[in-house]
Structures are given as structure tokens and as C-alpha cells.
């Protein structure tokens, strides 16, 4: 069974500083894995998709990586923003089980200004 | 559309009654997908949709979860003799086909059982 786990649970930060959130899985068996941003009171909103096929994806300051090998991911954010604050949750689709994706419980980050 | 639309946004129900909760994925996206998120915590997976293929239920709780989809279109999520554990946020995503695609979330069912 896939589990995910993502460290840490919450990170404050001060304004500008770079950062980086965990994400790790226990089947490297996956098809892709995505991270998103939820806002509290809000629905999810897609940052960046890692096909298992790729090492990296990039999106404005957003910087997301895959090793399949390890079961490890991380989403860089370069430059933070008190906008960047939300909770950052990571979710993997395992092949056999195509379009189940299994949620990390999310880190929560607070960019101070 | 613009986006996936979930019905209602808010519901307070009580013990023991039945509620439905109503998905409009984005036009086109063949797979859809329903999520429980509890206070605090991270999605959970409950069933997973795509085209006319057999639901994948397995993550359903309990036999008093349900769940159906006309088509490609409205999907709604039936819970009978709710109990306070089903408190929880409801999300639905849709993606254009299995997995390899991009989940599109609605902004999820918020679902209160006194």
C-alpha cells in the first residue's frame, strides 16, 4: 500500500527567504506525482506535475524534483512571498492503480513579512 | 465551465439522515474523482471514475457511501444515515483522462453532522 509522507507538517518562514518541502512515497512504482496549494476554506489548486519519466519541473519560482529511486520529492520555492502561505500537499498516482492518487497529510507554510 | 462545481458549498446535517453531494467536472475530462479531506489532515481517496469503465470504489468507508456518474457528466456522492465521523470536507477533482493529466478540484462540499 502507498504511503505518503511529507516533513515537515509546518514551516514558518520570514519574507525572501528560499525554501524547500519533503515529500516522500513508498512505492516507487508511480506514474506521475503533483504537487498542489490549498488556501484554508478552499478546494486544491494543481502547481506542478512530475511525470515518472522526469527529473523536474519548473513553474515561475517553483522548482518541483523526482527520484523515483529514493521515493523522494521536493518542491523548491525561491524568494518566498507572504502570498506563498498555504498548505502544500503532494500526491502520488501509482500505475497499478491509475487515477487513485494517495495524498500526503500537506505541509503548512506561514511567509512572514 | 470554468472550473469543477460542487453542490452545496456548505451542509449541516443531522444524524442520521441521508445527504447528497452534486460534482459538475470541467466539460470534456473523463475522469473524475471524489476525496474526504478531515480537519487537519490530507485527502483520503473514496472513488475514482473514468468514462464508461467500472467506478474503482475501493476507497469507499462504508456500504452507507455511494456513488454515481451519468456519462462524463454530474456525478453525485450519496452518504445514508450520516454519522458525526463523516464530518469533512468533500472534494471533487476531475482530469482529462486517467492519472496522466492534471486533477482540476472544486473548492469541495464542507459536510457537518451534529
Known amino acids: 500500500k502507498q504511503e505518503v509522507t511529507q516533513i515537515p507538517a509546518a514551516l514558518s518562514v520570514p519574507e525572501g527567504e528560499n525554501l524547500v518541502l519533503n515529500c516522500s512515497f513508498t512505492d516507487s512504482a508511480i506514474y506521475n506525482l503533483q504537487w498542489f496549494r490549498q488556501d484554508p476554506g478552499k478546494g486544491l489548486t494543481s502547481l506542478l506535475l512530475i511525470q515518472s519519466s522526469q527529473r523536474e519541473q519548473t513553474s515561475g519560482r517553483l522548482n518541483a524534483s523526482l527520484d523515483k529511486s529514493s521515493g523522494r520529492s521536493t518542491l523548491y520555492i525561491a524568494a518566498s512571498q507572504p502570498g506563498d502561505s498555504a498548505t502544500y500537499l503532494c500526491a502520488v498516482n501509482v500505475y497499478t492503480n491509475a487515477g487513485k492518487s494517495t495524498f500526503g497529510d500537506g505541509t503548512t507554510l506561514t511567509v512572514k513579512p | 465551465g470554468a472550473g469543477v462545481s460542487q453542490s452545496p458549498s456548505n451542509k449541516v446535517t443531522e444524524k442520521g439522515k441521508d445527504v447528497e453531494l452534486r460534482c459538475d467536472p470541467i466539460s470534456g475530462h473523463t475522469a473524475l474523482y471524489w476525496y474526504r479531506q478531515r480537519l487537519g489532515q490530507g485527502l483520503e481517496f473514496l472513488i475514482y471514475f473514468q468514462g464508461n469503465s467500472a467506478p474503482d470504489k475501493s476507497g469507499l468507508p462504508s456500504d452507507r457511501f455511494s456513488a454515481e456518474r451519468t456519462g462524463e457528466s454530474v456525478s453525485t456522492l450519496t452518504i445514508q444515515r450520516t454519522q458525526q465521523e463523516d464530518s469533512a470536507v468533500y472534494l471533487c477533482?476531475?482530469?482529462?483522462?486517467?492519472?496522466?493529466?492534471?486533477?482540476?478540484f472544486g473548492a469541495g462540499t464542507r459536510l457537518s453532522v451534529l
Open positions: 477533482a476531475s482530469s482529462r483522462d486517467r492519472g496522466s493529466n492534471i486533477q482540476y
